[in-house]
């Protein structure tokens, strides 16, 4: 879980370098680096424990010249953080660096190799084994770079994104892929190199995303060049991004986090554009009529996704079964991959991910389909490796999310389920058309619903000063709000570090309820809804135990009112849209008990935004 940048071209590459690598700081940050072939020649490596700030501060004297480099930012898998362990990773002689993001799986086996041949490490990471791995090939058989590559990965048990200078070839990079991210740039006699398209949006719009076991030759003055592994060559259609150099600036707000959560407005209306019709009578999604018939015929449906995006799954298994009428199974891909699962060719299976790069998650598509079922993705990140591995699927189009804790990008995972459910509930006709347009009015007017919550957003955070002291949260839902109290409380453990739970209401007597005291906040989501009474009962037993109550009502509530320490109104809503509307008020009282905390709200620690290791 790291990004890469790299350049080749005419301009000066180190602040092309250093820019790109604070758009990737999402992806990692415990510790960054750079290498640069500079204007004497010199392969010249500079790398800093902490962000990316620290490194400009370790490089501010240092020769920074060159129209060559990568560059590399953090996030620890083998070796603690330390400059040490920072990437770019010189090879023995220093005539290679080489920066990666993934894990080799093997590279204890090829370290102990290499050792015996005299190789010695400075590092405790497996990519510094890859480099000198590299570079015993490339001496042994006096061969060309490509061609060590090559030969090297061959040897490699894992997932790789890799960028390779050479000082002997200063005019080239060398970059390769497998199952993890990797993006070049065309520019105007010049190249770029990155994890996603966020850093070379400023640069060009032209790009070719590479695909698993294929290698990038990037050479100054020359065209681009594609091979695999066995040394084929291979076409690429070049592509176009859609990317607002806007999105990926804080425009204002204090901290992206708070910017992305007041955009989930707009957001939904983006999701929702050319989906719904004007008339608000119809919804259509080009999947399913292009796969009508495969979908219809599902037997069940098996959603697979981690942390948020499986929690928009629960929403999402509720939103199927309730309106089409077939059994849906929902499963953390961490554990789905491992478990030995049934599959078959009549499974349809839903594979949601913001990045669409989730190593989990991919790999749960690619088993699902080695067993014939057909694939479904929910995604954010247009011509990201998850949609390229389905057979069809959705864009929730939200924009690029760079908060780490995922906010906006749930809200749309959310609403692009609630399409997919009415649309095929209404092909199967197991839907009363009556509910189906109340619904399809009704998600119209959620982006308005949802600017109204906005506007609590200053009693929001006043309330939330009253939290800081506190050690533990419980969060209750029932129905529709209980993936929506699993969510919340994993927003407030994500970016404050106070330990949270979420649970549904009814099972809190099962176990929770031994927690409650007067110095345990309790989020309840009390909403009006048919389990309106069950969740009123379950607030009274945390009363009678003198617990916290934080309630989320409807507008207007009179009964919750007078029993809760704190109520916060929310407009009436159906109630499976409730989530869309539930779900914001908990994202801010995250953020600003984070806030009151002190913590770093859009960059947490241990966290990073896409998760592309096990």
């Not at 892929?177 to 520019?187: D, E, T």
Request: net charge negative.
């Amino acid at each position: 879980m790291c990004g890469i940048v790299g350049y080749i071209g005419k301009k000066d590459a180190y602040p092309i370098l250093i820019k790109g690598l604070k758009r990737l700081e999402y992806r990692g940050y415990d510790s960054a680096g750079v290498a640069l072939i500079s204007d004497k020649q010199a392969l010249n490596v500079y790398k800093a424990k902490g962000k990316v700030s620290e490194l400009e501060a370790f490089v501010a004297e240092k020769d920074i010249s060159g129209t060559t480099g990568i560059a590399h930012t953090r996030w620890a898998t083998h070796g603690e953080p330390c400059s040490i362990n920072a990437h770019p990773h010189y090879s023995s002689s220093e005539r290679l660096a080489l920066i990666h993001n993934g894990i080799i799986e093997n590279y204890a086996v090829l370290k102990e190799k290499l050792q015996s041949k005299g190789y010695t490490f400075k590092s405790s990471t497996d990519t510094e084994v890859l480099v000198q791995l590299i570079e015993y090939i490339q001496n042994k058989q006096s061969i060309d770079l490509l061609t060590a590559v090559q030969l090297a990965l061959r040897e490699v048990i894992g997932a790789y994104a890799i960028a390779v200078l050479d000082h002997n070839n200063p005019d080239c990079i060398i970059a390769a892929r497998k199952s993890s991210p990797l993006v070049v740039g065309i520019g105007e006699d010049e190249f770029f190199l990155a994890s996603d398209a966020t850093p070379i949006v400023e640069y060009t719009d032209k790009v070719i995303y590479l695909d698993d076991e294929e290698i990038a030759v990037i050479r100054r003055g020359e065209p681009l060049k594609i091979v695999t592994l066995p040394n084929m060559e291979c076409e690429h259609e070049i592509q176009t991004v859609a990317l607002n150099l806007g999105q990926l600036e804080k425009g204002g707000y204090p901290h992206f986090m708070l910017k992305e959560i007041f955009e989930q407005p707009d957001c939904i209306c983006d999701c929702m554009r050319g989906r719904i019709n004007v008339e608000g009578t119809n919804v259509v999604l080009s999947a399913v009529i292009d796969y009508k018939e495969r979908l219809l015929a599902a037997k069940r449906f098996i959603i697979v996704a981690c942390g948020t995006s499986w929690h928009a799954g629960l929403i999402g298994k509720q939103l199927i079964e309730t309106f089409c009428r077939i059994p849906v199974e929902v499963e953390y891909a961490s554990e789905f991959r491992y478990r030995d699962p049934v599959i078959d060719s009549n499974d349809v299976v839903i594979a949601i991910s913001q990045s669409g790069e989730t190593a989990d998650t991919l790999a749960a598509v690619e088993l699902a389909k080695s067993h014939g079922a057909f694939i479904y993705g929910i995604c954010n990140s247009v011509g990201s490796s998850i949609p390229r591995a389905t057979h069809t699927g959705s864009y929730i189009h939200v924009g690029p999310e760079i908060g780490v804790a995922s906010t906006k990008a749930f809200t749309g995972q959310v609403t692009v389920l609630t399409m997919l459910a009415l649309t095929l509930a209404r092909a199967k006709k197991s839907i009363d058309e009556e509910r189906f347009l109340a619904i399809v009015k009704e998600l119209e007017h959620i982006p308005d619903k949802m600017k109204e919550v906005l506007q609590l957003n200053n009693s929001i955070a006043e309330l939330s000063k009253m939290f800081t002291y506190a050690h533990n949260f419980i969060y209750l839902g029932r129905g529709f709000a209980y993936p929506v109290a699993l969510e919340g409380a994993l927003k407030l453990k994500e970016i404050s570090y106070i330990h949270a739970e979420g649970y549904p209401a009814a099972e809190m007597k099962h176990g929770p309820i031994a927690l409650i005291d007067t110095e345990m906040p309790v989020v309840v989501i009390a909403t009006r809804n048919d389990l309106y009474e069950k969740v009123l009962s379950n607030i009274q037993e945390i009363k009678a135990r003198k617990g916290k109550v934080i309630a989320l009502v409807t507008k207007g509530d009179e009964v919750i009112s007078r029993i809760a320490d704190t109520c916060i109104e929310l407009p009436e809503t159906i109630e499976c849209l409730d989530p869309l509307i539930t779900t914001m008020p908990l994202q801010l009282l995250a953020y600003h008990v984070a806030v009151c905390k002190g913590m770093d709200v859009d960059q947490p620690r241990n966290l990073a935004k896409s998760v592309t290791v096990e």
